[in-house]
């Protein structure tokens, strides 16, 4: 299974991103799929996560109403950034797990990664 980012870039204060995820291999069971990021000497977080039966969506605190994620099947995952901050500047990772889907899942259990793509928020 192959995890393919795509679509960040730079943008100034207040402007929008949509970076994409493209899944290739046995997608069977991805039963959950998200967006993680890495700023520079801080660790990974989560900052969205989409999937159960119905799809439920989850959000950091910081990113709520600014960001949307949303998939096409288990193939096609994709964020909708929103009035940028330089804060939201970081390294943006895909990542799915076959199992439920539940905020707070240690960053292990998600078993397959994307290699990441950059967004730079800049004033």
């Known amino acids: 299974v192959d995890l393919v980012e795509a679509g960040g870039g730079s943008v100034q204060v207040g402007g929008s991103l949509r970076p994409s995820c493209e899944v290739s291999g046995n997608t069977a069971g991805f039963f959950c799929m998200g967006w993680f990021r890495q700023a520079p000497g801080k660790g990974r977080e989560a900052v969205a996560l989409?999937?159960?039966?119905?799809?439920?969506t989850y959000y950091t605190d910081s990113v709520k109403g600014l960001f949307t994620v949303s998939k096409r099947d288990a193939k096609n995952l994709y964020l909708q950034m929103d009035t940028l901050q330089v804060q939201d500047t970081a390294m943006y990772y895909c990542?799915?797990?076959?199992?439920?889907?539940?905020?707070?899942?240690?960053?292990?259990?998600?078993?397959?990664w994307g290699q990441g793509t950059q967004v730079t928020v800049g004033v």
């Open positions: 990542a799915a797990r076959r199992g439920f889907c539940s905020w707070g899942l240690p960053l292990a259990e998600f078993t397959y």
């Open positions: 989409i999937g159960g039966a119905d799809d439920a």
